[in-house]
């Protein structure tokens, strides 16, 4: 009997993983039909993450309009997926708009333009930010503003373009790729992180707004996204607690992998995914439940860092 218990033991593991296999494909596969055919419209589709979504929902035979603000970086993820296109697989020759989501007084004509593509948006991923850093008294109103238009007043008057024809047609997903401090605040990043809780509280309100018309709001919150090349350095343990936390919460997560996590919102059509890891995650709990303690904690570390330079 234990020889045998031995010798299934092997073949147990292998149906396991030939069942872990199939799902897989299986959910690969049913995240492309789900997009097959739909037009896909993609803000800031020349930053890292947006050029992974690209990728991804040209893969999927979804009807591309890609949005951005500088012409050459357009063509030139245009010309990338064009040459790894599938010949075998029916996908769609990308359209590429000019867009700048600081510049309020143009975002609703070019949101216009955007429909004109081709008549409807099916998918609409607002993916488009600006960051900046560095202590609330120094950095400048004007500076705050710009933030303030590129992050919030720019992706919501480009919604709200795009949403009368969503309703009309009682169909469409509104994807928001937002932040981990939409949740919390990060000291010496005041304007950055007020963004973030605005356009995450009028997406949550749109939500449900919208749910009569079966028009579906998503936001997807990683903790931040590193770029391609970026990743974590190998460093002792610290004698701050603060620095530890901090280091943990900013690693963040790479390009691809939230891209797919868009996918399978939009598939699954879920309503709010946040991508972290078991600190992250914590804070978010400890914030909400024990603030007093959250608030000693990040304000241990930013005695240490009163000199922190700008960033723009």
């Given at each position: 009997m ?6 299934m033991?092997p073949?147990?593991?292998l ?5 872990l ?5 299986a959910?690969r ?6 997009v097959q ?6 803000t ?16 999927g035979?979804?009807?591309?309009v890609?949005?951005g ?5 357009l ?10 296109a599938?010949?075998s697989?029916?996908?769609f ?5 000019l867009?700048?989501?600081?510049d ?5 004509d070019?949101?216009?333009?955007v429909?004109?593509c081709?008549?409807?948006?099916d998918?609409?991923?607002?993916n488009?930010?600006?960051?900046v850093?560095g202590?609330a ?6 500076l705050d503003?710009k933030?303030m238009?590129?992050n919030?007043?720019?992706?919501i008057t ?13 169909t469409?997903?509104?994807?928001l790729?937002?932040?981990i ?7 010496f ?12 509280g009028?997406?949550d309100?749109l ?12 936001t997807?919150?990683?903790?931040f996204?590193r770029?391609?090349h970026?990743y974590?350095?190998q460093r002792?343990w ?7 936390f ?8 790479h ?7 868009v996918?399978r919102t ?14 992250p995650?914590?804070a978010?709990f400890?914030?909400t ?7 000693a904690?990040v304000?241990c570390?930013?005695?240490e860092?009163?000199?922190v330079?700008e960033e723009g």
């Open positions: 234990g020889i045998m218990a031995v010798l033991l073949l147990l593991l149906g396991i993983s030939g069942l296999f199939i799902y897989q494909e959910s596969l049913w995240s492309k039909s789900a055919n739909k037009v896909v419209v993609i800031d589709a020349i930053s890292g993450l947006g050029k992974e979504c690209a990728r991804v929902f040209h893969a035979g979804a009807r591309l890609l949005c603000k500088n012409w050459e970086g063509e030139s993820l245009y010309a990338t997926l064009t040459s790894v599938d010949p697989k029916q996908t020759t990308p359209k590429l708009v867009l700048d989501l600081s309020i007084s143009c975002v609703q070019v949101a216009k333009e429909l004109d081709y008549g409807c948006v998918i609409l991923i607002n488009a930010s600006v960051k850093k202590p008294h120094k950095i400048s109103l004007e503003k933030i238009d590129a919030y007043f720019g992706p480009f919604t709200k373009v795009i949403l009368p024809n969503m309703i009309s047609r009682r469409g997903q509104i994807v790729v937002n932040n401090q939409a949740k919390f605040g990060i000291p990043r005041t304007a950055y992180a007020a963004s973030k809780h605005a356009i995450m009028f997406f309100c939500r449900a707004e919208v749910e009569e018309y079966d028009v579906v709001v998503s997807v919150s990683p903790t996204i770029s391609y970026v974590p350095e002792n610290e004698s701050s607690i603060c620095k530890f901090c280091r943990k919460l900013t690693y963040g997560v390009p691809a992998e939230v891209a797919e996590e996918m939009v598939r699954r059509k879920k309503q709010e995914v946040f991508m972290a890891n078991p600190i995650k914590a978010v400890i914030r439940f024990f603030p007093e303690f959250f608030f904690v304000a570390g930013v005695k860092r009163l000199n330079p």
